[in-house]
């Protein structure tokens, strides 16, 4: 990714974007949108960041990484720390035991007809919500300058997979959604993007190739939404007034 200045108003830095605390009165750090924890190593350069309170960086670590082991687990098809080929993923497994149990409970095997047998995951939507709602308050105030501080009126995820033709084809184009309606705010990242193309791929911004991907756009409410190792697809969306 290439590093893109902004020049949004700077009221709008005044709180913290997760939890509405004053930034001023609270220890900040710098937070990557999205986590880390979610990406492969090598990390991509230049990840977006913005400052959050410290409590609420460190607050999302145990759900970030219960997400990111989830899907590798899913992908691979097994917890077993020997059926994963990255070391990271292996490690976590043989470290958390309990946690690699948890995520082996979500696991439902069936037999079909034919006598194959498959296997249906069941993930923990709150902790699977809570970290696509924290991505999505980044993504948003990173690309917009947009602090949304009120809970969001929808919050969804699915698997790719579980879309229909139509349906995929409405997720990942934004033509019908009037994308360009509204134009993004003067001195705001996307309205470079918008101008220049900068990191866009068919209206998508591309963190890190097939693991992590987004598109925020704005016209009568901000719309976020992201495909982790295209697989999980999530979309979050606010009221533009909120």
Request: one cysteine or more; hydrophobic letters at 35%.
């Amino acid at each position: 990714m290439e590093k893109l200045e902004e020049f949004v108003d700077e009221r709008q830095k005044s709180w913290c974007i997760q939890c509405g605390a004053w930034i001023g009165e609270v220890e900040t750090n710098e937070d990557h949108v999205p986590s880390r924890a979610l990406l492969l190593r090598p990390h991509p350069p230049n990840l977006p960041v913005v400052r959050v309170c410290a409590t609420c960086n460190n607050g999302f670590s145990a759900d970030e990484e219960y997400l990111f082991l989830f899907l590798r687990c899913v992908l691979a098809g097994t917890t077993d720390p020997d059926g994963h080929e990255d070391a990271r993923v292996a490690r976590a497994l043989k470290h958390h035991d309990k946690l690699r149990a948890r995520i082996e409970r979500s696991k439902i095997e069936y037999r079909t007809i034919g006598g194959e047998t498959r296997a249906i995951w069941q993930p923990e939507s709150e902790r699977v919500n809570r970290v696509v709602v924290k991505s999505a308050r980044g993504l948003a105030f990173y690309e917009y300058g947009e602090p949304k501080l009120t809970e969001p009126e929808r919050v969804w995820t699915a698997p790719l997979d579980a879309m229909s033709e139509a349906e995929r084809e409405s997720f990942e184009n934004a033509e019908d959604e009037g994308m360009l309606a509204g134009w993004p705010e003067v001195g705001s990242r996307m309205m470079t993007r918008v101008m220049t193309g900068e990191d866009l791929c068919d209206g998508w911004i591309v963190v890190q190739d097939g693991v992590y991907r987004y598109r925020v756009n704005q016209c009568g409410t901000i719309r976020v939404r992201s495909v982790l190792f295209e697989y999980l697809a999530t979309e979050v969306c606010w009221d533009d007034c909120t």
